[in-house]
């Protein structure tokens, strides 16, 4: 109750502290009229300053485009920013213009390299991938018509039952590799 009290009063003055803000100043400008290719690795903003001239679009739906694919490939990484607080290195981003701005084209000049890379990859892979499909199939119908079996009070068959559901629960399908969800027009 004492450790409650302390973080009402805590927090009550933390509000208190929050009343005695100014209130911001307003924006002025368009935030996107500075984004800096140059911040980027110079084989990426090479290749955002070709699509921008080729495309003829801005600069920040260019850049904006290479920060989700630079997040795409970092997929699966994190970095530690203390010994107790970890992040994904992720990005969520999303490109907001007219109709017929160019937003799809300018993504696929982004995406096509993850396209490239899938397609190989789930080419590659592809009788592997139908194995686990098959196999995941092969182990359900042997649960079903083992559980059949079980609910006719055959003991043994209950045991395989049980072996079955583990070898399902454990069961790591080999799937098709796909790296992001795709291009979304609301």
């Not at 800096?36 to 495309?55: F, H, Q, R, T, W």
């Not at 107790?84 to 109709?99: G, H, R, T």
Request: hydrophobic share 35%; proline share 4%.
């Amino acid at each position: 109750i004492k450790s409650e009290r302390l973080f009402l009063e805590e927090t009550g003055q933390q509000m208190k502290s929050l009343k005695l803000w100014d209130n911001p100043d307003e924006f002025a400008g368009n935030p996107t009229e500075h984004f800096d290719l140059e911040c980027l690795p110079p084989a990426i903003s090479n290749y955002c300053k070709g699509v921008m001239e080729s495309l003829n679009v801005s600069r920040d739906m260019v850049g904006t485009c290479a920060l989700a694919a630079l997040s795409i490939a970092c997929q699966g990484h994190s970095i530690e920013i203390k010994s107790d607080w970890i992040e994904p290195l992720n990005l969520y981003s999303a490109i907001v213009a007219s109709a017929g701005e160019r937003k799809s084209p300018v993504l696929k000049a982004f995406i096509k390299v993850f396209d490239d890379y899938t397609k190989d990859y789930n080419f590659r892979n592809k009788g592997n991938i139908e194995v686990s499909k098959q196999r995941y199939k092969n182990l359900k119908k042997r649960l079903a018509k083992a559980e059949a079996e079980a609910s006719k009070g055959d003991i043994a068959a209950e045991n395989e039952t049980l072996e079955l559901a583990q070898a399902l629960a454990e069961f790591e399908p080999i799937r098709p590799l796909r790296i992001y969800t795709g291009d979304c027009t609301a």
